[in-house]
């Protein structure tokens, strides 16, 4: 086992932490677990507390352009209040449930260019280091995958998938980030709209998912913004037609009337409210990568892996 050691305000010879999850993808809701394995340095240490920090690679959009950076999404302590002697190995095993609204990395094994990661936090002697970062696989529920399969059926494609910074108006978005999944029309749509984005804000009872198509123009009319929200409950997976379901979402957003600016819930360009410039740490990203996803073909999905499992990720993240 590689410990980590964590040199910054403890000092050379402090303890030394490595942070293992279970194998395998992790659902929003469900339990995420593992060990955090615990070395002792060069002298007794009093641990205050073990603290794991869910983070996620983020977009924020501004006047200027964008950039990247993280944000923290959950902290939970698994420990603490002990003393840690010299050399001494501990383990210490956690389990907690992930927020409901976590992103989903990957469709059927096949990443989606979202990048999550768990990182270790170790108090001792009233200071605090961050340490250990670890990747975080998630995959989708039940529903959530009925949704995606439908698409993909249908004749949909996958273009990619982000997160950004800011919220989805009129809905219940817990998390200070959304998730976004750009989808290439069918042959039966390509005429009408450019691309789909969704977005899936999931809760105990369901999902509520919220539809943004970018209409094409015409010969004698601009292309609009159009926008819709369903509630699927998370019983109704294994009793509804989704192919059906879903072609009738598209139809409806589609044939929607251009709305007065008191009936539009979300605006008139766009569900999407971030903030500023400056709210996030800028970060790196990698190159591209081509598959499939299910019954969906991966056009654009981007890897953003890069060296956000390795580089200094620590500093300055927004917390949220």
Same mark, same amino acid.
């Given at each position: 086992?590689?410990?980590?050691?964590?040199?910054?305000?403890?000092?050379?010879?402090?303890?030394?932490?490595?942070?293992?999850?279970?194998?395998?993808?992790? *659902?929003?809701?469900?339990?995420?677990?593992g060990?955090?394995?615990?070395?002792?340095?060069?002298?007794?240490?009093?641990?205050?507390?073990?603290?794991?920090?869910?983070?996620?690679?983020?977009?924020?959009?501004?006047?200027?352009?964008g950039?990247?950076?993280?944000?923290?999404?959950?902290?939970?302590?698994?420990?603490?209040?002990?003393?840690? *002697?010299?050399?001494?190995r501990?383990?210490?095993?956690?389990?907690?449930?992930?927020?409901?609204?976590?992103?989903?990395?990957?469709?059927?094994?096949?990443g989606?260019?979202?990048?999550?990661?768990?990182?270790?936090?170790?108090?001792?002697?009233?200071?605090?280091?961050?340490?250990?970062?670890?990747?975080?696989?998630?995959?989708?529920?039940?529903?959530?995958?009925?949704?995606?399969?439908?698409?993909?059926?249908?004749?949909?494609?996958?273009?990619?998938?982000?997160?950004?910074?800011?919220?989805?108006?009129?809905?219940?978005?817990?998390?200070?980030?959304?998730?976004?999944i750009?989808?290439?029309?069918?042959?039966?749509?390509?005429?009408?709209?450019?691309?789909?984005?969704?977005?899936?804000?999931?809760?105990?009872?369901?999902?509520?998912?919220?539809?943004e *198509? /970018?209409?094409?123009?015409?010969?004698?009319?601009?292309?609009?913004?159009?926008?819709?929200?369903?509630?699927?409950?998370?019983?109704?997976?294994?009793?509804?037609?989704?192919?059906?379901?879903?072609?009738?979402?598209?139809?409806?957003?589609?044939?929607?009337?251009?709305?007065?600016?008191?009936?539009?819930?979300?605006?008139?360009?766009?569900?999407?409210?971030?903030?500023?410039?400056?709210?996030?740490?800028?970060?790196?990203?990698?190159?591209?990568?081509?598959?499939?996803?299910?019954?969906?073909?991966?056009?654009?999905?981007?890897?953003?892996?890069? /060296?956000?499992?390795?580089?200094?990720?620590?500093?300055?993240?927004?917390e949220?």
């Open positions: 086992m590689v410990f980590k050691r964590l040199l910054g305000s403890l000092g050379v010879g402090g303890p030394s932490v490595d942070t293992v999850l279970d194998p395998g993808a992790v *659902a929003p809701g469900g339990a995420l677990g060990q955090v394995h615990l070395q002792g340095g060069e002298a007794d240490f009093t641990v205050e507390h073990i603290t794991l920090e869910l983070v996620a690679r983020v977009e924020v959009e501004h006047e200027d352009g950039s990247e950076g993280t944000v923290v999404f959950h902290r939970q302590v698994v420990g603490g209040d002990f003393r840690l *002697a010299e050399h001494e501990r383990s210490v095993p956690f389990s907690f449930p992930l927020p409901w609204e976590t992103p989903i990395t990957e469709l059927y094994g096949q989606l260019g979202i990048v999550l990661g768990v990182r270790t936090e170790l108090g001792v002697a009233g200071a605090r280091d961050k340490g250990d970062m670890d990747p975080l696989a998630v995959r989708p529920l039940p529903a959530q995958e009925a949704v995606l399969e439908a698409f993909g059926q249908l004749g949909f494609g996958f273009k990619s998938a982000d997160l950004e910074l800011g919220r989805v108006n009129g809905t219940g978005q817990q998390l200070p980030f959304y998730q976004e750009e989808i290439t029309p069918s042959p039966k749509y390509a005429h009408r709209v450019n691309e789909i984005e969704l977005t899936f804000l999931a809760g105990p009872a369901g999902l509520e998912v919220v539809l *198509a /970018d209409e094409r123009g015409g010969p004698f009319s601009e292309g609009r913004d159009l926008l819709a929200r369903f509630t699927v409950d998370h019983q109704d997976v294994e009793r509804v037609d989704w192919n059906a379901r879903v072609e009738e979402w598209i139809d409806g957003l589609l044939d929607r009337p251009v709305p007065h600016p008191s009936q539009d819930a979300y605006g008139d360009h766009g569900h999407r409210s971030g903030p500023g410039a400056g709210t996030a740490v800028a970060a790196g990203a990698a190159g591209l990568a081509v598959g499939v996803v299910g019954g969906m073909v991966a056009a654009e999905v981007v890897d953003e892996v890069g /060296d956000f499992f390795e580089g200094d990720d620590e500093d300055g993240g927004d949220g």
